[in-house]
Nanobody, 124 residues
Framework: VQLQASGGGLVQAGESLRLSCAVS????????MGWFRQAPGKEREFVAR????????DYSDSVMGRFTISRDNAKNTLELQMNSLKPEDTAVYYC??????????????????WGQGTQVTVSS
């Protein structure tokens, strides 16, 4: 299986972006899937996750109410709608797949496959 993230860019604070993660080799609905981000000099940080079959969706406190994670089964993609962006959202964003729907969903160690990342830059 391969993951390909896209949709990043440069925006001003308050604007929106939509990230997409194309899944090839398996259907997106067969995984728990998540988004992480990593800013320069910082550890990779959990952003959002949708469990297998979308029974449960979780967000980090920092993005709750602004970001929405979803799956498009027809396109076989994972999406992240990001609204009201802030300069502190600036990071490389990664999509990831968890083969086992692990409980420790906020840890990068719970994910088996990673996309290559897409840069999001929010200017003030």
């Amino acid at each position: 299986v391969q993951l390909q993230a896209s949709g990043g860019g440069l925006v001003q604070a308050g604007e929106s972006l939509r990230l997409s993660c194309a899944v090839s080799g398996r259907t997106v609905s067969s995984y728990a899937m998540g988004w992480f981000r990593q800013a320069p000099g910082k550890e990779r940080e959990f952003v959002a996750r949708v469990s297998w079959r979308a029974y449960k969706i979780d967000y980090s406190d920092s993005v709750m109410g602004r970001f929405t994670i979803s799956r498009d089964n027809a396109k076989n993609t994972l999406e992240l709608q990001m609204n009201s962006l802030k300069p502190e959202d600036t990071a490389v964003y990664y999509c990831a797949a968890d083969d086992y729907n692990r409980r420790a969903y906020s840890s990068p160690k719970s994910y088996d496959v990673w996309g290559q990342g897409t840069q999001v830059t929010v200017s003030s």
